[in-house]
């Protein structure tokens, strides 16, 4: 039970945080439809995690650890490269979907929930842990919470713009009770600082 979802608005820290959390383990796996890899890899500033380019198109790759789809919305392609990566690390690890959204664009909801299943089996199969994301406000209400339902725990990131920005975080589902579940969220130069009950929270559901 090591799958979250962060369903986020645009501009709530989501990459930060995703940054943040895969320092917590030796070996990533970032599926990116998004960005490029080349313009992913840098942002990450690694030359360690595994990335698998859903977004480009093109079998160009600038890194030896980059896996270029071909056709990026061909579910089955995309899901035997995602096994290919996970199949080659024999430790633990982490797998980064980002993002559910724009595979929507292209395919229905129950195609999307039968994507997300397989890929829930075959981290699970080897005690990996996931976390996927979602752009919350850019989907219906049926189609988010059709979603938060096939998560364990999802995390819900929310921007304000008023005089000044503000960002906050709130669980929406969890396997366990946190308390308070909604806090306010703090970005000081590259790093984002979340209340302490939640981080520890997502830190436990992800490491054990």
Known sequence: MREILISEDPGAGKTLL?????KEFDNVVWVTT???????????????VWIIDAYSGTRVKFH???LVINNPFNLNELRMAIFQVIDQIKEEMIVIFDSITDLLIYYGLREII??????????????ASSIFTLVKN?????????????????????RED????????????????VEPNFGEIKIV???I???????DYIIRILKY
Do not use: G, W
């Open 64 to 66: 030896p650890r980059d």
């Open 138 to 158: 850019a989907h219906d209400l049926h189609t988010i919470m059709n979603i938060y339902a096939i998560f364990p725990t999802v995390i819900e990131l929310l």
């Open 114 to 127: 039968r994507f997300i299943s397989s890929l829930f089996a075959k981290v699970e199969e080897r005690q």
């Open 34 to 48: 998004t960005r490029s890899a080349k313009s992913l890899r840098k942002i990450l500033k690694s030359d360690n």
């Open 193 to 199: 600082i979340l209340p302490d009950c939640i981080m």
């Open 162 to 177: 008023d005089i000044e920005i503000r960002r906050f975080i709130r669980i929406i589902r969890a396997l366990e009770d």
């Open 189 to 191: 130069k590259d790093d």
């Open 18 to 22: 995703l940054m943040k959390l895969m």
